[in-house]
């Protein structure tokens, strides 16, 4: 039982890189989600994603771009990267537009 | 975006103890959430909430949707070293998105 997979586990970029966080889940789940988690603060919604072929912007998007290439995969992309953006990544899903109930350990990013 | 006020921000307790913990929010939500996160993985959702005064149980942990629906309080009975995390809220106005409490974290001294 996978559940959600994320990857990388950690990554390090130079400002201005660019990168895609990989985001599975195996349970055939609907809805899938990005958030951040910075110290001191709640997670916070990027984007998230009601099925396959749909995405909508969440709380903080900026900076930020996703695809949702079929129903078990959704990725996040950096264009450029900031040192704003250093922070733990989360994906999560659920089975209908509902709360994210299965999280993924994360994606610790760090920007230089 | 949402605020939402969790208290208290961090408990030192004793193994046996009962934690009472709670959220609020400045507007109303339609739905409660609750999550205990252990250090270097994702949040784990323990209980959901969905109407106003309801109250659900997860084992040892209680948690109930304020009457007022700008509050929520989760309970611990019977606390033990594995209950050490951090314990977020989460709720959802209106829409899709939910908004996340700064967390309180728990420590349960044996």
């Known amino acids: 039982n996978a559940g959600v997979t994320q990857t990388p586990k950690f990554q390090v970029l130079k400002t201005g890189q660019s990168m895609t966080l990989q985001c599975a889940q195996d349970?055939?789940?609907?809805?899938m989600y990005w958030y951040r988690q910075d110290p001191g603060m709640g997670l916070r919604l990027i984007y998230y994603?009601?099925?396959?072929?749909?995405?909508d912007k969440g709380e903080v998007p900026n900076g930020y771009n996703v695809s949702r290439l079929n129903k078990r995969e959704f990725s996040l992309r950096l264009e450029s990267a900031a040192p704003s953006q250093t922070s733990v990544y989360f994906c999560?899903?659920?089975?209908?537009?509902?709360?994210?109930?299965?999280f993924g350990q994360g994606t610790r990013l760090t920007v230089v | 975006g949402q605020q939402l006020n969790q208290s208290p921000q961090s408990m030192f307790i004793q193994e046996g103890e009962d934690v009472s913990m709670n959220c609020t929010s400045s507007?109303?939500?339609?739905?409660w959430l609750w999550y205990k996160q252990d250090p270097g993985e994702g949040p784990v959702l323990l209980i959901a909430?969905?109407?106003?005064?309801e109250l659900t149980s997860n084992g040892r942990l209680t948690a109930q949707f304020g009457i007022t629906r700008k509050d929520s309080f989760l309970n611990i009975s019977a606390s033990i070293p594995s209950d050490v995390g951090i314990y977020f809220c989460?709720?959802?106005?209106?829409?899709?998105?939910?908004?996340f409490g700064t967390g309180t974290s728990l420590t349960v001294i044996p």
């Open positions: 999560a899903s659920n089975t209908i537009r509902q709360e994210p109930a299965f």
């Open positions: 349970m055939n789940h609907n809805s």
């Open positions: 994603s009601a099925s396959e072929g749909t995405t």
């Open positions: 507007s109303i939500f339609n739905t």
């Open positions: 909430l969905y109407k106003a005064g």
């Open positions: 989460a709720g959802r106005p209106t829409g899709n998105q939910f908004y």
